[in-house]
């Protein structure tokens, strides 16, 4: 466990601005995740294929779809990937006093 330990030079308390700020985090992270979300979704209904399945198509299998709608997808997939697990390790932080 990590542990972070802040000091304010003006002698006010700072959880509350600690926590307003990671919360603004989560809802940012939030918005990112939805908007890829979006973005998956339109692949999903333009290819008919879920994303699920597009990640474990073989090379040969993926010829069918453009190399550059390929990359794009992989690419939203990985972000999503990312952007839930930077989610899931902001929601583990506890503030303490």
């Known amino acids: 466990m990590s ?4 000091k304010s030079p003006r002698g006010e308390t700072i959880e ?18 939805m908007k890829t979300k979006q973005k998956l979704s339109f692949f999903e ?4 294929l ?9 090379h040969a ?9 390929a990359i794009e997808w992989l690419g939203e997939h990985e972000t999503l990937k990312r952007l ?7 929601q583990e932080i506890k503030v303490c006093t």
């Open 45 to 48: 209904k333009k290819f008919n």
């Open 16 to 33: 509350p601005l600690i926590i307003s700020a990671l919360e603004a985090q989560k809802n940012e992270i939030l918005t990112a995740i």
């Open 3 to 6: 542990q972070v330990m802040l």
């Open 50 to 58: 879920f994303t699920s399945d597009f990640v474990r198509m073989s």
């Open 84 to 90: 839930q697990d930077k989610l899931s390790r902001l």
């Open 61 to 69: 299998e993926m010829l069918q779809i453009s190399e550059m709608d």
